[in-house]
């Protein structure tokens, strides 16, 4: 992952171009569902002349691909624009104008996790979310990206509430050598977090990252239940957790609006993980997130393996969904 990861620690450059090739092959295969929708048939209709039509159907593919009635119209009006200045005579120019527009949308949320390098503290992450959405998943992708910046780091299991979850997170951390503190289900999720945040900071740990149970948005006494959690962390060290990360599964729609805003208001949201965008046609959530929220998106998610966490990068996930060379 290298340098695209604002968190390197180590020095790889060698491999960073092809690594950069492969990762965005991997981000267009994943964004292909989204991509379809969008790039098969623009570039179909860029062929023809430009005209009213045009310009309804391609406002119908974007509103198609989820990516919401607001920055739509952002993006329809600024190509507009270009056609009346008449600097949008042919296809490669319209779309390119597309892809400027669709990344102008996004530029603002592009800020990676970054982990200051000198910290006194373990830089400690929160994760939550509604059930499902791939919280531990991303937990445990994250650990193996950390773990091969040669970071430290230790897991919370704080999920308490099912037995199979602490089991999970203990495969992760068996798997990427990473420590997992944990007790029985049942225990007090904020406990069992305070515990973990304890032993990082004695162990000098770079990073502490706790999962905790899934939860809907509207679940009063489980959204209480988290915010507690944040609060212990914040008796052991006044700046944590340093990120409240959100994780959202982007197949869910327009509906995650909804669930950013009420994890936002309980928590204050710092980052954001969008998942799954390779089981859905509707990864243009993205778009109406950064416009509406405009709270950073960290990562995307395009699939189960370790690499397919990827760092939010507007430009190469707009010409992967436009089905558009690397550039
Ligand atoms: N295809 C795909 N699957 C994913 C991605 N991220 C997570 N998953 C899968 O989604 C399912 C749920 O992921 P979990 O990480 O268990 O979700 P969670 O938020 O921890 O769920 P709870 O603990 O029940 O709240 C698992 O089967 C993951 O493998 C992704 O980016 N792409
Ligand atoms: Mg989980």
Request: aromatic share 4%.
């Amino acid at each position: 992952m290298g340098a695209m990861f604002g968190f390197r620690k180590k020095d790889s450059s060698a491999a960073d171009t092809r690594e950069r090739a492969g990762l965005f092959a991997r981000l267009k295969q994943g964004l292909a569902k989204t991509g379809k929708v969008l790039s098969t048939d623009i570039t179909e209709l860029f062929r023809r002349r430009i005209d009213d039509t045009l310009f309804e159907e391609l406002e119908e593919r974007l509103l198609l691909a989820d990516v919401g009635v607001d920055a739509t119209r952002r993006i329809m009006d600024q190509i507009t624009r270009g056609v009346k200045r008449g600097e949008l005579g042919d296809a490669e120019a319209l779309m390119q104008a597309l892809e400027n527009a669709m990344t102008q949308i996004l530029e603002p949320v592009e800020q990676p996790l970054r982990i200051p390098p000198d910290r006194s503290q373990p830089f400690s992450i929160l994760v939550v979310g509604i059930n499902g959405a791939g919280k531990t998943t991303t937990i445990g992708k994250l650990s193996h990206h950390l773990r091969a910046e040669d970071y430290s780091v230790l897991l919370a299991a704080g999920d308490t509430f099912r037995a199979a979850a602490v089991e999970q997170l203990q495969t992760w951390g068996e798997r990427n050598g990473v420590p997992v503190v944990a007790q029985g289900t049942g225990a007090d999720s904020a406990s069992v977090v305070f515990d973990a945040l304890q032993a990082a900071q004695s162990r000098h740990i770079d990073v502490m990252i706790a999962d905790t149970a899934g939860r809907l948005h509207t679940q009063h006494n489980l959204m209480d239940e988290i915010r507690k959690v944040k609060r212990v962390m914040g008796r052991l060290d006044a700046d944590a957790p340093s990120e409240v990360l959100l994780v959202i599964d982007g197949g869910t729609g327009q509906n995650a609006l909804n669930q950013v805003r009420q994890f936002h208001e309980a928590l204050g949201v710092t980052g954001l993980v969008v998942t799954k965008l390779d089981g859905t046609a509707k990864g243009g959530v993205l778009f109406a997130l950064a416009e509406q929220m405009g709270i950073p998106v960290r990562f995307v998610g395009v699939g189960e393996r370790a690499e397919d966490l990827q760092p939010f990068d507007a430009r190469a996930f707009v010409r992967a969904l436009l089905n558009r060379a690397d550039g």
